[in-house]
């Protein structure tokens, strides 16, 4: 089976002062990035947003710190049909109103930006790093990076010490995660800090998602309980990568940053552990410059194949992606074929 995009749309910004959820005024962040999507139960679906900006915010990328900066907020949105946008329903607030930081931050970090998230049996977990510091565009050292957990739908966040992964030195292969679900196990794609490292893959049951030493590692030929053993997905880079299975292709769809190839890639593959295709831009940071994130809908990946030219139908994916300079977040559609 051959998938292929072959249209893409940028729909709509969904947040900022000139987004039609007005996010400045309802939520108080005029400027964010990331946007992590996943279904989070009872007909909605989480989005956890990065380094947030209210009032005081420079006009152009990240910061300054005193525009009102929270290294995280949680948005929510109910919406089904999404052709014309995302809209959010809420935010989890702070008291006085506006959207509150969620993922605590702890000391000697800069910043604590979520990567990827589940839910499982009621519970949200989140993939999260803690920035030590930031270097040249692409590039950023950890102090570790771990899983946070709620257990009051949002609400407030825990950092168990058993989810961590530790960074010393700067070898740790999940300091960037994405998760999956897959039968009995929940997946967990990473790679190193910063933009430039190749992908890996871990899983656990969902029971130990909190303990970093009950995860397997893919070896290339099995699974190990070793970190170390952990053999690359593809040759990379992969940076923010989001990863779901397409109901209606029956292919897994992997999305990431490509800095070398200045876009969002796509690739797919019959199974996790691969074999990934060789992938294919379907952002161009020539058009939009300074993009990145890139984090699948979830319920755009539940869809059947419609009619397309193709012999085999096609298949829209809608996902969310991050521009620098604009330092917001805008709804994107591509669209599938299959041959």
């Not at 995302?86 to 910043?111: C, F, K, M, N, Y």
């Not at 300091?175 to 800090?193: I, K």
């Not at 199974?271 to 992938?279: A, E, F, I, K």
Request: aromatic share 12%; hydrophobic share 35%; charged share 20%.
């Amino acid at each position: 089976m051959d998938v292929r995009p072959v249209e893409t749309e940028r729909i709509a910004k969904v947040t900022g002062a000139d987004s039609a959820n007005r996010t400045d005024e309802r939520f108080a962040f005029a400027a964010t990035d990331l946007g992590i999507l996943w279904d989070a139960g009872g007909d909605r679906v989480f989005a956890l947003f990065g380094d947030t900006f209210g009032d005081g915010w420079g006009g152009h990328g990240a910061g300054p710190a005193s525009a009102d900066w929270r290294s995280n907020v949680l948005a929510w949105s109910s919406a089904r049909e999404l052709s014309g946008g995302l809209p959010w329903d809420g935010v989890v607030a702070r008291p006085g109103g506006g959207a509150a930081q969620v993922i605590p931050s702890g000391r000697r970090e800069v910043t604590v930006v979520p990567n990827g998230a589940i839910t499982v049996d009621g519970v949200h977990y989140a993939h999260y790093m803690s920035v030590r510091e930031w270097g040249k565009p692409g590039h950023w050292r950890t102090n570790h990076a771990g899983v946070a957990v709620s257990y009051d739908d949002g609400s407030t966040w825990r950092r168990p010490r058993s989810a961590r992964w530790p960074n010393r030195h700067g070898r740790s292969r999940f300091q960037l995660g994405a998760f999956a679900r897959d039968g009995e196990y929940v997946l967990l794609f990473g790679t190193t800090n910063g933009r430039y490292g190749v992908p890996y893959l871990a899983r656990v049951r969902p029971s130990d998602l909190l303990r970093v030493r009950a995860y397997e590692y893919w070896d290339g030929s099995g699974w190990r309980g070793d970190e170390d053993a952990t053999a690359p997905l593809f040759d990379g880079p992969a940076g923010e990568m989001s990863v779901g299975h397409h109901r209606g292709c029956g292919r897994w769809l992997l999305l990431h940053l490509d800095e070398p190839r200045r876009g969002i890639v796509i690739r797919t593959a019959p199974t996790p552990t691969g074999p990934w295709t060789g992938g294919d831009v379907v952002v161009s940071g020539d058009e939009h410059p300074a993009i990145y994130g890139g984090f699948l809908h979830p319920w755009s990946l539940d869809g059947t194949l419609d009619d397309a030219p193709g012999p085999s139908g096609g298949f829209d994916v809608y996902y969310l992606v991050s521009q620098w300079g604009p330092y917001n977040v805008f709804l994107t559609r591509t669209r599938f074929e299959i041959r």
